[in-house]
């Protein structure tokens, strides 16, 4: 578990677990600690509401309710507790969801993953369609993957494969991530992936604004499918992904992001298997223009919306 005042001081940390990682190559170590490993994310935060540890179950401290989030599954900690969290965090692989993977005549499904409490003032029970969710203590559930909340005496009431959510298209679920192959990268179950998307984001594009497009894509997208461009560049995510036939690349950041995964698109010959869209963040950014994605964003809350218009978007050809 990795416990950081800020995303710095995080990556300085797995940094410095790579480097004694010496019986891996640098970039399979790489792929499995940032990717695989179940570790929450830590940062700092404070909350506009009451707001409860998972670990502890009592409140956060202050009338702002700080302490530390996972960046990816929202899971809530007090510093003092965040080193008993049981590395649960979102899951990447099949392998990562264990005992509570769903076998069926068709092979496996996928469960829900339910993470308890803290759910917004507005929820209701998918099943009852009652108010759930408590400002008084951590109670009830909601799926990482789906977004579904429900009472804890609804959940077994409630369907139990995930349906994935509004951006299921674009989703590599974890299912589908189940063996590794010679170089001792993880390969994809294709069945399982109609159109994946993989997402390299620049995290210092926009005045360091991609670093909270890079968490919000993991909470909507599989972990193991988005990338940070300034962590590893885009050679580890194309490495994943070059054995399916057809995939679709989002670039978030500025011209230059663009050109860095083109070129490395290039040198692994990946030309003919994926269409690249892009989101552009900071300034700067002609190319995006050209193809209609606009000049910037820095509303992550719209990435869904986004995913959508990806996903239904027309193909052009670029000359280099």
């Known amino acids: 578990m990795l416990c950081a005042e800020n995303r710095k001081e995080m990556e300085d940390w797995i940094s410095s677990l790579k480097s004694v990682q010496t019986r891996e190559p640098y970039e399979v170590a790489q792929f499995n600690v940032e990717h695989f490993s179940g570790m929450h994310n830590w940062y700092a935060c404070s909350h506009a509401r009451p707001t409860f540890c998972n670990v502890c ?71 009852c369609d009652k108010t759930c969710g408590s400002v008084l203590r951590l109670q009830d559930w909601r799926c990482l993957w789906c977004r579904t909340m429900v009472h804890t005496a609804c959940k077994d009431l409630y369907h139990p494969v995930c349906p994935l959510g509004q951006c299921k298209v674009s989703v590599i679920p974890p299912i589908a991530l189940n063996s590794t192959d010679s170089d001792g990268f993880c390969r994809a179950t294709f069945s399982f992936c109609v159109s994946p998307l993989l997402v390299f984001v620049n995290s210092k594009s926009g005045d360091n604004q991609g670093v909270k497009f890079l968490r919000r894509f993991k909470q909507l997208l599989n972990p193991a499918q988005v990338f940070d461009l300034m962590n590893g560049g885009p050679h580890l995510g194309l490495r994943l992904f070059q054995k399916f036939d057809n995939f679709r690349i989002l670039v978030c950041g500025g011209d230059g992001s663009v050109g860095w995964v083109l070129s490395e698109i290039d040198k692994l010959n990946l030309n003919k298997q994926c269409q690249l869209g892009v989101l552009p963040l900071g300034t700067g950014n002609d190319l995006a223009r050209v193809l209609g994605w606009g000049g910037s964003y820095d509303d992550d809350t719209q990435l869904p919306q986004i995913l959508e218009k990806l996903e239904r978007a027309s193909t052009k050809m670029l000359d280099r």
């Open 57 to 127: 179950r009592e409140s956060l401290s202050g009338v702002t309710s700080h302490g530390l989030s996972c960046e990816v599954c929202k899971f809530k900690a007090h510093k003092r507790c965040a080193v008993r969290a049981m590395n649960n965090c979102k899951w990447t692989t099949l392998a990562s969801i264990g005992k509570d993977i769903i076998e069926n005549e068709d092979g496996v499904a996928m469960p829900h993953q339910w993470l308890e409490g803290n759910l917004p003032v507005s929820a209701k029970c998918a099943v």
